[in-house]
């Protein structure tokens, strides 16, 4: 990839192109204005990293032509003047990320190289990769441009990020973004869902425990804390995680350190926290189903994850993206032609970015023409239409477990009490609902022991209190 440098500080422009050449990028260096877009009219280019004040003018003041013949070329700004009226406008014009000087060179590199990976190619009707090394985080929209921001943010931090957004938006992909682009890259990325880890496991999983320390626990075993050391845990489906686990989540997070189940000896944490949830947290925080100060705990950097129907102008970039992916895991080739493009961007994808993988791939395996049209996407839409519309469909019991098996894939030994959890929890909210919280009521209709029902209603983190008819 190409990237134009426009910096009049020969020294500077020394260091920028030695570390971009040092990434593999080929740089073509200018220092004014007029040579800036000699070379735009000319050459085809991944970025543009320019300064402020040039030989023949101001770098910001002439952008807007820059923007008017090349809307997605990214661009990051370096200036001398460090003045929040310079940051101001370089934001003003859409720039990728504004630099102060001095910068770090190493954050200025990894910038370049998301600002690249995130300009698809209009000429070859390329995929468009988004920031750093082939992840897949897919899109130009300003809603994903923000995202991309918090995440350079936060790579040579370790500040604890907490992912926001609906299911299917791809919270773990950003997760990874983080850990494979931070300087925490060369450690592991350890992935745990919690709200799958039973109530009575969570501290063994998490912490790990000691030869002997319960019925079963024949031999040492390490936790995925220790399992992510020098590495990036991220704790999936935060929200979801039951009262007593948040607690004890809570308090090795505030000691920075662990003890293993039977075990005496502290074990220091060497692991950077990165949670996500598709829950909105402060009514739960309210309604006493989420430990408040655990809650600041995780939200340190905030990233939300749009959902996909508020960022229609990526789709048909997702949709190459994944036809290409398709095509390298054996799939036939296959194209969109513009006006099906245009058909994907109308659809609401309730289901977000995995609903529209799911069916690219549905599409590229079916599809009988190369170049896929409208008139061939059309009853593909209408398939999946209806196909949404049985789902919709209040199952049977079996048919209910085959999909919660289907999208949860939980862990193997870990498959009945994830499945008896996920059962409880709606029967035990309705129930609740229908005696108004009245727990003794709530027990005689189940048929089981009011202690136990308590005692079950701990562990899945449900309040009955919530349940109270008010006056």
Known sequence: MSILLVEDDESIAIV?????????????????????????????????????????GDGIET???????HPDLPVIVLSAQNTLDTAVRASDTGAFEYFPKPFDIDELVRTVRQAAGSQGSSLSGGVDEGPGQGLPLVGRSASMQAVYRMITRVLRNDLTVLILGESGTGKELVAEAIHQLGHRQKGPFVAVNT??????????????????????????????????????????EIGDMPMQAQTRLLRALQSGSIRRV???????????????????????????????????????????????????????????????????EGLPRRRLAPEAEAMLMRQPWRGNVRELRNFIYRLALLAREDVID??????????????????????????????????????????????????????????????????????????????????????????????????
């Not at 425990?209 to 845990?233: P, S, Y």
């Open 63 to 69: 952008l807007g032509r820059v923007r008017e013949i």
């Open 262 to 328: 039977g075990g005496r000896d502290e074990v220091s944490i060497d692991t950077r926290i990165v949670a996500a949830t598709n829950k909105d947290l402060e009514p739960m925080i309210a309604a006493g189903q989420f430990r408040e100060d655990l809650y600041y705990r995780l939200n340190v950097v905030p990233i939300h994850l749009p959902p996909l129907r508020e960022r229609a102008d990526d789709i048909a970039a997702l949709a190459r993206h994944f036809l290409a992916l398709a095509a390298t």
């Open 374 to 471: 409208a008139a061939a996407l059309e009853p593909m839409l209408a398939s999946a239409a209806r196909a949404e519309e049985q789902v919709e469909t209040p199952l049977d019991l079996n048919g209910a477990v085959e999909r919660w098996l289907v999208e949860h894939n939980p862990p193997s030994g870990t498959v009945y009490d994830a499945a008896l959890a996920a059962f409880e929890r709606p029967l035990f909210n309705r129930i609740l609902a229908a005696t108004g919280g009245n727990q003794l009521r709530a027990a005689q209709m189940l048929g089981i022991n009011r202690n136990t029902l308590r005692k079950r209603l701990g562990e899945l983190a449900i309040d009955p209190d919530s349940f109270l008819r008010r006056p």
């Open 195 to 236: 709200a799958a880890i039973p109530a009575d496991l969570i501290e063994s999983e998490l912490f790990g425990h000691e030869k002997g320390a319960f019925t079963g626990a024949v031999a040492r075993h390490i936790g995925k804390f220790e399992q992510a050391a020098g590495g990036t845990l991220f704790l999936d």
């Open 16 to 56: 920028i192109t030695a570390a971009l050449e040092a990434e593999g990028f080929s740089v073509v260096r200018c220092d004014s204005i007029v040579e800036r877009d000699r070379l735009l009219a000319t050459q085809e280019f991944s970025a543009l990293v320019t300064d402020v004040m040039l030989t023949d």
